[in-house]
């Protein structure tokens, strides 16, 4: 059994969660890597991990909106590590929905991937928490506490999880400590943002510009390594952006 702290990533395949994982990996971590559908991502990240240090990295395939899925994703880490050190729930769905015209679906889908999977994750890798003395780190959003216009749900999901780091920082101290990340502009969504919109967003952002993925990495890290006083907290990565009313 490898003596390195070990790190479990939710949608770690791609964007924000593989600089995560690349990140913690970087800091000396053994990482299992979560994803839902972009498995030839999430294999070639934990081969690039294995070849700088062999047998360091792990990949687990679960729709954590699913019951299933959740139960599935801890017996694969607890099938791993006999220990977890670092949590992070960074998987989410993001979609807009027009209120008034809602869709159960919708509902469902957000909420449940975006708040009950990961509330539902740590109760189930608790055990293996506690035995660490470790730690869960939520990405949050922005929008969790500035609602983004037309994304109601996505919204409402996220500022749950901001109430769920908050309470099991609580609940589960002194044995796990239990922080949030909530970035602001970092990497645009994949569809639906135009050009006059992303700078609408960045006039109304301090630094001006947009961030990288991997300041929300070094975040995590900085949370989940380098801060064992700390717990209950949310810091904006956002470059000011939550300055602006």
Not at 55 to 76: I, N
């Amino acid at each position: 059994m490898s003596s390195n702290k070990t790190a479990l990533v939710t949608g770690a395949a791609v964007r924000i969660g593989a600089a995560t994982a690349r990140t913690l990996h970087e800091r000396g971590c053994d990482v299992l890597i979560h994803c839902n559908s972009k498995r030839a991502e999430a294999d070639a990240l934990a081969a690039e991990f294995n070849d700088a240090r062999p047998g360091s990295a792990h990949v687990a395939q679960a729709d954590l909106s699913l019951p299933r899925g959740v139960d599935d994703l801890a017996q694969a880490c607890r099938a791993v590590f006999a220990r977890l050190d670092i949590l992070v729930n960074n998987a989410s769905r993001f979609y807009p929905n027009e209120v008034g015209a809602t869709q159960a679906w919708q509902w469902d889908d957000l909420i449940a991937s975006n708040l009950r999977g990961p509330y539902f994750l740590v109760e189930a890798l608790l055990p293996a928490l506690r035995t660490a003395g470790g730690c869960v780190i939520n990405i949050v959003d922005i929008h969790a506490e500035r609602p983004m216009p037309g994304h109601a749900v996505y919204n409402i999901s996220k500022a749950g999880l901001a109430m769920m780091t908050r309470t099991l920082a609580w609940e589960l101290g002194p044995a796990v400590r239990v922080n949030g990340v909530a970035p602001g502009a970092i990497l645009w969504p994949e569809s639906g943002t135009d050009d006059a919109e992303k700078q609408a967003i960045l006039d109304r952002t301090a630094l001006g510009r947009v961030g990288a993925a991997g300041d929300i990495a070094s975040a995590v890290a900085y949370l989940a390594l380098d801060a064992p006083y700390v717990t209950g907290q949310i810091l904006a990565v956002d470059g000011g952006r939550s300055l602006n009313v």
